[in-house]
């Protein structure tokens, strides 16, 4: 929307499986707030509800900074996906929006037909990476191209070209973590193809994830490691704990992340042959650990990230900013520059 005055207020709402967050960017791409604003999402009491717990979101991030409601000429919304690029949710459902209500349902024209504002939508991975895409080339975003990698329950993120989201026709491009990638000189002579909840064997995400480390990657290393610690735990709670002990250097947990680097190294190695990007961002809790593990882990997916000389010349490795704030933020970006 280039024709936002200065003076105009975007609202980005960043919707998630239990809380919303909102932020409000002014008509010059300023910031107005520089916390989080949240409240619980209500996503699980189907659209209605969580339609006006979205609205309600922006009511609380207009009141807390003072903002007239009037000053408003646009939203930004993301939400987990799989959904359309116009933000209708897949017909197949989807993980945060199990019940049946929510299959193929239009969240994007349901809260703009609420709010009586134009509503523009992204999927929150596509929504992160457009933010730490603003945030690193500032004035020149629109010349630049990146890709973001996202680690988290899945493996998130999104491809942004000469500034913009790449949605692809059905607003399915970018799901990188589906992306199945080579396993040869990865995995354990013994060790099965991880497998992923879209079916695919030995995708990114079936790596590169928390229920990457659920499903495949801990049960595998415990099963070699079987007096460690964490052997006795259960699955969930031993794979939300293996980061602490990568942390501190041992042995079994550096092996489950090296090869979730592998995995984010080869993904980047896809995408340096396809969108040849400028900068390859990584986000999630695995790059916001102590400042030593963060650094052996962006190593060693450097290290597994095979660029040509010309690329290497002009390419750099980021971390995805304020992981918290980033879907909203991103959101409130795409609605001022869409
Ligand atoms: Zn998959």
Request: hydrophobic share 45%; net charge negative.
């Given at each position: ?18 809380k919303?967050?909102?932020?409000a ?9 520089d916390?989080l604003y949240e ?7 189907g ?10 979101t922006?009511?609380?991030?207009l ?30 459902g ?16 349901a ?11 992204n999927?929150?991975?596509n ?20 890709v ?17 989201v ?7 491009a ?6 199945r ?5 990865i995995?354990?002579?013994?060790q099965?193809?991880?497998?992923c ?11 590169a ?8 990657l801990?049960?595998?290393?415990l ?9 006795g ?5 031993a794979a939300k ?11 079994m947990a550096?092996?489950v992340?090296?090869?979730?680097a ?5 993904l ?21 650990a ?8 962006l ?33 409130a ?6």
């Open positions: 929307m280039s024709r936002v005055k200065p003076e105009e207020v975007i609202v980005g709402i960043d919707n998630g499986a239990t919303n967050n909102a932020t960017l002014d008509g010059s791409g300023r910031f107005l707030v916390r409240i619980p999402s209500r996503v699980g009491q659209p209605a509800a969580a339609i006006e717990a979205m609205a309600e922006m009511d609380l991030v009141r807390e900074a003072g903002i007239h409601r009037e000053r408003v000429a646009a939203v930004g919304l993301d939400t987990p996906g799989p959904a359309s690029a116009d933000g209708v949710i897949s017909v197949r989807a993980t945060n929006f199990a019940q049946p209500a929510w299959w193929g349902y239009d969240v994007r024209g809260l703009e037909a609420r709010i009586g504002l134009p509503v523009v939508y999927n929150d991975g929504a992160a990476a457009l933010y730490a895409h603003r945030v690193h080339f500032g004035a020149d975003a629109g010349q630049h191209s990146s973001s990698a996202i680690v988290g329950t899945g493996l998130g993120g999104g491809v942004i070209e000469a500034g913009q790449v949605r692809g026709a059905s607003g399915q970018g799901e990188l973590g589906h992306l990638i080579a396993t040869d000189g995995l354990a002579d013994d099965p193809v991880p497998t909840a879209c079916g695919n064997l030995g995708d990114v995400e079936s790596f994830s928390l229920t990457g480390i659920v499903r495949n801990l049960p595998y290393w099963s070699r490691y079987p007096d460690h610690p964490l052997a735990m259960p699955i969930l709670e704990a293996v980061r602490g002990f990568g942390v501190d250097g041992d042995e550096r092996r992340f090296e090869q979730q592998a995995a984010l190294g080869r980047f190695t896809i995408a340096a042959n396809f969108t040849d990007p400028r900068v390859y961002f990584l986000g999630g809790g695995v790059v916001e102590a400042p030593q593990f963060r650094d052996w882990f190593g060693r997916v450097r290290a597994h990230t095979l660029l040509r000389e010309e690329q290497v010349a002009v390419a750099s490795l980021a971390l995805v900013p304020d992981l918290d704030m980033a879907g909203a933020r991103g959101s970006f795409a609605a001022l520059g869409s």
